[in-house]
């Protein structure tokens, strides 16, 4: 039977994890050939998702944050408990997004097609919209892949729900700690890039997640709000995608892209004026 490895990170959205899990836990695939374990992190929920999960999924592995972890070094730590029980997939999922019943078939049937050699995304659209795919596979450029009719390679990948065979693991390890939040799935593509593993979009809408707008290039908030959303880990979080851009492109352009990304900050407008 083949294992898999369910990897989340939650924070203070105690209904719409328990939801998620409740569809999890519903998936249509051969229970005879694949079994699943959760290792979720709470990052310092202060809502009692631990103990509803706990009342509603005793079985669910919990490690705990103090809610400076945040999505990526959340899943790192999820992580580092589950790669001691080697399993043979792991399967990255946001607590936000809310699986279809076939999700889990499609992209273990995906990976299989292809040998369990390559990396596994799934696309997700705005809750209750198939039409509008709001995260999945991007190009190198992160525009999405919005025709998912048929499954396809890419390049980039959000986050949201991927599946990574062993192999991939044994060969590029955990997502990089370095990152608080986010950028954790894009640097993980392109180290599969560098080790010519490939990534592929399953075929079809596997769920539903509605897409963060966010705040900081906003130019209907004040330049306080948005000044107070750019810093945050979960705004636009210059810190992290300076390292991100100089670790793969180099220190000019990390610097370039930080003055250009705070001048869009402070001018949204012009800002894309300039660039239209």
Request: with cysteine.
């Amino acid at each position: 039977m083949k294992r898999i490895a369910v990897l989340m990170t939650v924070h203070n959205r105690r209904e719409t994890t328990l939801r998620c899990l409740q569809l999890l836990y519903r998936q249509q695939y051969d229970i005879s050939r694949f079994s699943v374990d959760v290792f979720m992190t709470n990052d310092g929920c202060t809502d009692g998702t631990e103990v509803a999960v706990q009342e509603n999924f005793p079985e669910v592995h919990i490690i705990r944050g103090d809610g400076s972890l945040y999505w990526n070094r959340g899943m790192y730590e999820a992580w580092k408990v589950a790669e001691q029980y080697d399993f043979d997939y792991y399967l990255w999922l946001n607590d936000d997004t809310l699986l279809y019943s076939n999700a889990v078939y499609e992209l273990l049937a995906c990976s299989v097609r292809h040998n369990d050699s390559g990396i596994v995304v799934g696309s997700v659209c705005e809750y209750g919209n198939k039409s509008k795919i709001t995260y999945g596979g991007c190009s190198y450029k992160g525009v999405l892949i919005r025709d998912v009719s048929h499954e396809q390679s890419c390049e980039l990948m959000n986050g949201n729900l991927v599946l990574i065979p062993r192999h991939v693991f044994e060969t590029l390890g955990k997502n990089n700690p370095i990152y608080r939040h986010a950028l954790g799935d894009f640097d993980y593509a392109r180290r599969a890039a560098q080790k010519s593993i490939k990534i592929y979009v399953a075929q079809g809408v596997l769920g539903e997640c509605d897409r963060r707008t966010p705040l900081w290039n906003n130019p209907q908030h004040s330049v306080t709000v948005r000044f107070k959303d750019y810093w945050k880990v979960t705004g636009a979080n210059p810190k992290d995608v300076f390292v991100y851009n100089r670790l793969y492109f180099g220190l000019a352009k990390a610097c370039i892209y930080f003055c250009t990304s705070f001048v869009h900050m402070l001018f949204p407008n012009l800002y894309n004026k300039i660039i239209a």
